[in-house]
């Protein structure tokens, strides 16, 4: 429910976001004659509720129906419906509200580790982890990572700790769609994966000095 | 068995070995440790065992109508086993639907044997229902081994199937906003070390296509096709999908047409 409810608000925030919106409505291009309603069916008929994972996580939003056609996402013609996007997703981002960024970076490297979490065998109420390894490579000595994502090695070293970086990563791992509308990252914050104390441990692990991120002694790449 | 616990023995060295192998080098050794263990069981795939199970339960009398299933038509007439699997999924004019192994095995299962799906789709991958469905599976690819897969959908449900594929391929949702392609829409791309096959093309969906069923060293199982949907389902972190379901059929037609050409390795043997 909460998550319906959820993205009951974000359809409103990008229904608020411009009158441009319904006009520039890309059709589902799946070539002239797709057939919406079998496909509908096809979801319906296909699905069952287990443990947390209900069938109510195939209602798509806005983002996911738009990103799910990526060759008209990545259109030129799609351009400034990319751009409401990445608008109605940054509107979601709740920053820190004691107004620090970083936690301990100890604690975001385990969760940077975890995988678990939302799958229909994961218990309610357990904390999710990351999955950041699955497709970031973080700390050097963590061999077994992932290359959907980039490589995030010497990350606070190579950008500093001002403001507006820190920012723009508390919003890339809050609703990484803030940034690049069809975006592999899951929208942490928002859809509720991680909490904010989480999300600080994780700014820490990108950003503290001591963390392995932005140690020196770092194989080359 | 013992070739078995020898080569499970084997290939934890091998990994072993690998884990202390220089970084650069890291991905590359995994690879080839993997390779040169499924060199080593070539005449030793413990999907063997699977196989001859499955061929008794093929043959044996079973259900209401104490029928065996070696009637059954696979799409090449029926009692056809040989090759029949690199042709599937297609078209079957009795049922008028696209159906995969599996969910054909059902329809003979129910036709000649008499026999309810219903427990079969119903019972967990580990139960002694979906057991005979994976070992059935295991024996039927079995007969297909070093064919050319053959899947061009021709017949315009094969089409449209093919088509509901592709959008279920890229359909996102979830919490994640997960879709298939969000791992294996893109080439050369991995999840921790786990290299991640390019099914829109070719050769990547003959890589996760025409392995499978396969033999899983790490959990000691055998997984049909269906089992490992459903498990990249729930990675996905989507509801279940129902076993057999147009779902699983229309992304199992979608990685078969584009696998075509290529050859089946099946059952396959995985770490």
Redesign the interface.
């Known amino acids: 429910m909460k998550?319906a409810m959820k993205h009951a608000a974000f359809l409103a925030v990008l229904l608020l976001a411009g009158p441009a919106l319904s006009e520039t409505k890309v059709a589902p291009s799946?070539?002239p004659g797709?057939?919406d309603a079998?496909?509908t069916r096809?979801?319906a008929?296909?699905?069952?509720?287990?443990g947390i994972?209900?069938?109510d996580?195939?209602?798509?939003d806005e983002?996911?129906?738009f990103?799910?056609?990526?060759e008209a996402a990545a259109s030129p013609a799609a351009a400034e419906r990319r751009r409401q996007i990445e608008a109605a997703n940054m509107a979601t981002v709740k920053w820190p509200s004691d107004g620090k960024w970083l936690g301990d970076w100890k604690e975001g490297e385990k969760i940077a580790q975890s995988g678990r979490g939302?799958?229909?065998?994961d218990k309610p109420g357990e904390p999710n982890g990351g999955?950041c390894?699955?497709?970031h490579q973080l700390s050097p000595t963590e061999?077994?990572?992932?290359?959907?994502g980039p490589s995030l090695l010497q990350y606070g070293a190579l950008r500093g700790r001002d403001e507006e970086t820190m920012k723009a990563a508390w919003a890339k791992i809050y609703n990484a769609?803030s940034a690049n509308a069809c975006s592999?990252m899951?929208?942490a914050g928002h859809?509720?994966?991680l909490g904010e104390t989480q999300i600080k441990h994780l700014m820490a692990l990108l950003f503290d000095p001591n963390s392995p991120v932005n140690s020196k002694s770092g194989?080359a790449q | 068995m013992d070739r078995v616990s020898v080569g499970i023995a084997a290939f934890l060295a091998v990994s072993a070995a690998v884990a202390t192998a220089a970084?650069?080098q890291?991905k590359d050794a995994a690879q080839e440790g993997i390779e040169a263990y499924r060199e080593a069981l070539q005449d030793g795939n413990p999907a063997e065992l699977f196989e001859l199970s499955g061929e008794e339960l093929w043959k044996t009398p079973a259900g209401p109508k104490k029928a065996s299933l070696e009637k059954c038509d696979l799409g090449l007439g029926p009692g056809v086993v040989k090759g029949a699997y690199a042709q599937l999924p297609r078209y079957f004019a009795d049922t008028d639907r696209v159906q995969d192994l599996e969910s054909r095995l059902l329809t003979c299962m129910e036709t000649l044997q008499g026999k309810d799906p219903k427990p079969y789709v119903e019972a967990s991958f580990t139960a002694p229902p979906k057991e005979e469905m994976i070992a059935l599976a295991a024996y039927i690819s079995g007969q297909s081994k070093d064919d050319p897969i053959t899947v061009k959908p021709k017949h315009p449900k094969e089409q449209?199937m093919y088509?509901?594929g592709?959008?279920?391929f890229?359909?996102?949702?979830?919490?994640?906003?997960?879709?298939c392609?969000?791992?294996h829409?893109?080439e050369?791309?991995?999840?921790?070390?786990?290299d991640?096959p390019y099914i829109p093309g070719q050769k990547g969906a003959a890589a996760g296509w025409g392995s499978w069923p396969a033999y899983r060293v790490s959990s000691g199982q055998m997984w049909s096709m269906q089992w490992r949907l459903n498990d990249c389902?729930?990675?996905q972190?989507?509801?279940?999908?129902?076993y057999t379901?147009?779902?699983?059929i229309?992304l199992s037609m979608y990685m078969a047409a584009n696998a075509s050409g290529e050859t089946m390795k099946t059952p396959g043997i995985k770490r």
């Open positions: 998550h799946w070539g797709a057939d079998a496909f096809m979801l008929a296909s699905f069952k509720d287990k994972a209900k069938v996580r195939l209602t798509q983002t996911q129906a990103c799910s056609d990526p939302n799958t229909w065998t999955n390894y699955n497709c061999i077994s990572y992932g290359t959907i769609k592999n899951p929208r859809m509720g994966i194989p | 970084y650069a890291q449209a088509d509901l592709k959008r279920m890229y359909y996102q949702g979830g919490p994640y906003d997960f879709a392609a969000t791992c829409g893109q050369g791309t991995r999840i921790r070390l786990q991640l389902f729930r990675q972190r989507f509801p279940e999908p129902v379901s147009d779902a699983t229309a």
